[in-house]
């Protein structure tokens, strides 16, 4: 199978892309469908606030198309509060929320560490250990949830699939080779994360998944577009990554100004030969302002 590039963006709710990059009367429930209309992913960020709902899930994978994929952040539960230590059950709640009622949207789940957080290598190796390699896997692991969740667990998959999991460290000692065996051993990605020179972009290939996010070039940070020569530039490493026989997933979070989607689309059309395109149709806003989709052919 010829390895995929997928480019899309981190969340799809932000007041400031509406009537640029969503046109002007299309009601806020149809926001992601535009989205799934335009890319072929999102990252559901979300789930990294607060414990979600299986009926919010389900949702979600009701206004996408086949084809459709989310990236769902874990927990901060697990990465900032508990810090990797000591989550099996955490990690267990998180799954039986309702991730797997995503089915065949589900795509790669990221783990996001706090900037401070260094590697730990004993911690590292715990953490990794526990993350669930399948969606058959995933729900073994959510059935031992306990009563901290909101809502009625979901622990059922409708297919056994392939879960991959992407760590975004945020300090260079994650660099450390015996980090990087880690990762390797369990095919987990290590983020290529650019964040305004905050933080080291850390972009060593440790998975077949190459997962790439773009918080800005300079500061202030979420605020900034990339100029065409820096989307020169990173399509030139998505490409490179590709042929290297990687799959690629890159998002853009520099949501301020609707400077996400517009850089998005600007990566997509330099990758247009590779990159998935959007599986979804578009969606129609008749001059009152009401949306709907247009009817099926």
Same mark, same amino acid.
């Given at each position: 199978?010829?390895? &995929?590039?997928? *480019?899309?963006? &981190?969340?799809?709710?932000?007041? #400031? ?6 046109? +002007? ?9 535009? *989205? +799934?209309?335009?890319? /072929? ?5 979300? #789930?990294?606030? $607060?414990?979600?709902?299986? &009926?919010? =899930? ?38 039986? &929320? ?33 993350? /669930?390699? $399948? ?23 409708? !297919?056994?699939? /392939? ?29 290529? $994360? ?6 080291? *972009?850390?972009?060593?290939?440790? $998975?077949?998944? *190459? =997962? ?9 940070? =979420?605020?900034? +577009? ?41 990566? !997509? ?16 806003? /008749? ?11």
């Amino acid at each position: 199978m010829q390895p &995929s590039v997928r *480019v899309g963006l &981190s969340g799809w709710r932000y007041a #400031s892309w509406r009537g640029r990059f969503y046109p +002007a009367g299309l009601p806020q429930r149809l926001e992601l469908a535009h *989205v +799934a209309a335009t890319f /072929p992913t999102v990252e559901l960020n979300g #789930s990294f606030y $607060s414990t979600q709902r299986p &009926s919010s =899930y389900l949702a979600w994978r009701e206004q996408t198309p086949p084809g459709f994929t989310f990236a769902v952040k874990g927990g901060r539960f697990v990465t900032h509060m508990k810090r990797m230590r000591g989550v099996r059950v955490p990690l267990a709640n998180f799954f039986a &929320s309702g991730v797997l009622a995503l089915g065949d949207r589900l795509g790669p789940v990221l783990w996001q560490l706090p900037e401070r957080e260094r590697l730990d290598l004993d911690v590292l190796a715990e953490f990794l250990g526990l993350l /669930p390699a $399948s969606t058959a896997a995933a729900g073994r692991l959510a059935e031992e949830h306990d009563d901290r969740l909101r809502a009625e667990p979901w622990t059922d998959t409708d !297919a056994d699939r /392939p879960l991959r999991h992407a760590l975004e460290a945020r300090h260079e000692s994650f660099t450390d080779p015996a980090a990087l065996r880690l990762l390797r051993e369990h095919d987990v990605a290590l983020v290529v $994360s650019d964040g305004a020179g905050r933080w080291p *972009v850390l972009d060593h290939v440790t $998975s077949a998944l *190459v =997962y790439v996010r773009l918080h800005g070039p300079v500061e202030p940070l =979420y605020a900034t +577009a990339y100029d065409p020569p820096l989307l020169d530039a990173w399509a030139a490493r998505v490409r490179a990554w590709h042929d290297a026989g990687h799959d690629v997933v890159v998002y853009l979070d520099n949501d301020g100004d609707a400077h996400a989607p517009r850089d998005a689309l600007g990566l !997509a059309e330099r990758l247009a030969d590779l990159a998935v395109p959007a599986p979804g149709d578009p969606v129609a806003v /008749p001059a009152r302002g009401r949306a709907r989709r247009p009817p099926a052919a």
